[in-house]
């Protein structure tokens, strides 16, 4: 609401700088009729007619400047706040994984993109997850996560921060500087791992290969949150496409 006041201020502001200009404009034109005898005592009561209304629309002008000035820095204000409020909000938990849910992850995402620290965004998606569901029943799909998650916990380092994001994704904020082809050659050797799950079929059991697709962007090179998450639903379509 605050912002949409400073833009309505900015507009009076606006529009009282277009009437003053268009008082002179008047004012220009009542000179140009001055030498008729029958306007001139017409012409000294618009003029005192005009300063007035120049006085009063130079008063309001800077009345809205200071009015304008006063609610941006309330919108300051407010922004700090809100930003402070939002990184004192509790961890939300994903009840299959135990691992912060989707809107932790956007929040610490946009957090380390407001510091420019050198940050990477590594996306895993249990590949085909949708298939071994249909096939052998979504308690595998669970199981599968479970064991993703785990894999991607032990395999990552302590102040990794893991988060599930949805369906068959995680993501991982990983706050480090270094080179991008070293980051992704350590989640290379981590997808590399060949991770199995058992799977019941009547008497007997096999075990289910969990392949895992996985995508890193570097935080610094992407422009805004919007932008990242809409790079990390897009790839997590195109594999449920395949």
Same mark, same amino acid.
């Given at each position: 609401?605050?912002?949409?006041?400073?833009? &309505?201020?900015?507009?009076?502001?606006?529009?009282?700088?277009?009437?003053?200009?268009?008082?002179?404009?008047?004012?220009?034109?009542?000179?140009?009729?001055?030498?008729?005898?029958?306007?001139?005592?017409?012409?000294?009561?618009?003029?005192?007619?005009?300063?007035?209304?120049?006085?009063?629309?130079?008063?309001?002008?800077?009345?809205?400047?200071?009015?304008?000035?006063?609610?941006?820095?309330?919108?300051?204000?407010?922004?700090?706040?809100?930003?402070?409020?939002?990184?004192?909000?509790?961890?939300?938990?994903?009840?299959?994984?135990?691992?912060?849910?989707?809107?932790? *992850?956007?929040?610490?995402?946009?957090?380390?993109?407001?510091?420019?620290?050198?940050?990477?965004? *590594?996306?895993?998606?249990?590949?085909?997850?949708?298939?071994?569901?249909?096939?052998?029943?979504?308690?595998?799909?669970?199981?599968?996560?479970?064991?993703?998650?785990?894999?991607?916990? &032990?395999?990552?380092?302590?102040?990794?921060?893991?988060?599930?994001?949805?369906?068959?994704?995680?993501? *991982?904020?990983?706050?480090?500087?270094?080179?991008?082809?070293?980051?992704?050659?350590?989640?290379?050797?981590?997808?590399?791992?060949?991770?199995?799950?058992?799977?019941?079929?009547?008497?007997?059991?096999?075990?289910?290969?969990?392949?895992?697709?996985?995508?890193?962007?570097?935080?610094?090179?992407?422009?805004?949150?919007?932008?990242?998450?809409?790079?990390?639903?897009?790839?997590?379509?195109?594999?449920?496409?395949?």
């Amino acid at each position: 609401m605050l912002a949409a006041a400073v833009q &309505s201020a900015n507009n009076l502001r606006l529009s009282s700088e277009h009437c003053t200009q268009r008082l002179g404009e008047i004012e220009e034109q009542i000179e140009d009729a001055s030498a008729l005898n029958a306007v001139r005592a017409l012409r000294f009561g618009l003029l005192e007619c005009l300063q007035r209304l120049r006085e009063q629309a130079s008063h309001q002008r800077e009345k809205m400047t200071e009015i304008l000035g006063q609610l941006q820095e309330q919108l300051g204000i407010v922004e700090g706040r809100k930003r402070s409020g939002e990184a004192n909000l509790p961890s939300v938990l994903d009840t299959l994984t135990g691992l912060e849910v989707r809107a932790c *992850a956007e929040r610490a995402f946009a957090d380390a993109m407001d510091r420019g620290s050198p940050a990477y965004a *590594a996306l895993f998606v249990v590949d085909r997850l949708h298939l071994m569901n249909a096939r052998y029943g979504y308690s595998t799909g669970d199981q599968i996560l479970r064991r993703v998650s785990q894999h991607l916990s &032990s395999c990552l380092a302590k102040d990794v921060r893991v988060f599930r994001w949805t369906g068959p994704a995680f993501v *991982a904020l990983m706050e480090q500087p270094g080179e991008g082809a070293k980051i992704r050659e350590e989640i290379d050797r981590m997808t590399s791992v060949k991770l199995n799950v058992a799977v019941q079929i009547g008497n007997g059991s096999i075990m289910l290969p969990i392949p895992i697709i996985s995508l890193l962007l570097s935080l610094p090179q992407i422009a805004g949150l919007a932008e990242l998450t809409r790079r990390i639903d897009g790839f997590i379509g195109e594999r449920a496409r395949h």
